[in-house]
């Protein structure tokens, strides 16, 4: 039997939308879904929220930046799902792309557990010998395993996205736009996400330090592929923020 399930809009925003030029059809659907202003339809690069925006990823950039010119050898812990795994092939690729020297890991969750546990900070020792550990799309609720990395002097950076409990792990940076205090407008970043905006904000550090200069910089956008593979996987919200980087990966 054929159920038929009608969507509450505003009709102003409808109106405001079919006046930008969308077919009446499309505004109703569109304002069905939260959009309110015409502006909220532009899918181009420079619609993307800036970097800078995002709590620490600063700092990140910094941290990372320090690892690479120092030959550092970073190690990501990556999580299985499709979300983690392309969040992982964004680092790998961009991180390389940047000059880094890094390798990467993806525990079996039936026999390490989930997140950075302490017996993966001992598997990602005994198989890759990291001088720094990136986590992509897990780590946030990471607390005894960042602790047993600090404990033997690894530092770590954790790139999530997950919601935070109430005591954060005390990693070396946490970028995660659902932590405390982040003003970053999009809460709905998938983990792929988060990984891609803190590669934008190592190549414009790397690009500060004379590294390389706006002609000759690795082309990040490349990777927005494999974003929007994960961050529809993943079922995040498809916010303004993240149809940008949709509508871009489906174009590549």
């Known amino acids: ?9 505003s009709v102003r925003h409808a109106e405001l939308l079919a006046q930008q030029g969308l077919h009446p059809v499309m505004a109703r659907l569109m304002a069905a879904r939260g959009l309110k202003e015409p502006a909220e339809l532009a899918t181009g690069l420079e619609a993307l ?17 320090d690892a690479i010119e120092a030959g550092k050898r970073l190690v990501i812990v990556a999580d299985y799902d499709c979300d983690g795994a392309t969040a992982c092939a964004v680092g790998i690729r961009g991180l390389r792309a940047l000059g880094a020297k890094v390798d990467y890991i993806v525990p079996n969750r039936f026999e390490y557990g989930y997140g950075l546990t302490p017996e993966i900070v001992d598997l990602t020792v005994r198989e890759k010998s990291p001088d720094v550990i990136l986590t992509v799309d897990n780590g946030i609720a990471s607390i005894a395993g960042v602790d047993e ?11 999530d996205h ?18 405390p205090g982040c003003g970053f407008p999009s809460k709905n970043l998938a983990g792929v996400g988060v990984m891609f905006y803190t590669l934008l904000a190592l190549r414009a550090e790397l690009r500060r330090r004379g590294h390389f200069d706006a002609t000759t910089q690795p082309r990040l956008d490349a990777l927005l592929d494999l974003v929007a593979l994960g961050t529809v996987a993943d079922v995040v919200k ?12 489906l174009k590549r």
């Open 162 to 179: 997950h919601l935070p409990a109430a005591e954060l792990p005390a990693a070396a940076v946490i970028v995660n736009p659902n932590q």
């Open 49 to 65: 929220i800036r970097p800078e925006a995002l709590t620490h990823v600063d700092h990140a950039a910094t941290f990372l930046a």
């Open 149 to 159: 990395a600090n404990r033997r002097g690894i530092p770590v950076v954790v790139t």
């Open 238 to 249: 498809l916010d303004a923020n993240n149809r940008v980087l949709v509508a871009q990966g």
């Open 1 to 9: 039997m054929t159920r038929l399930a009608t969507r509450p809009y």
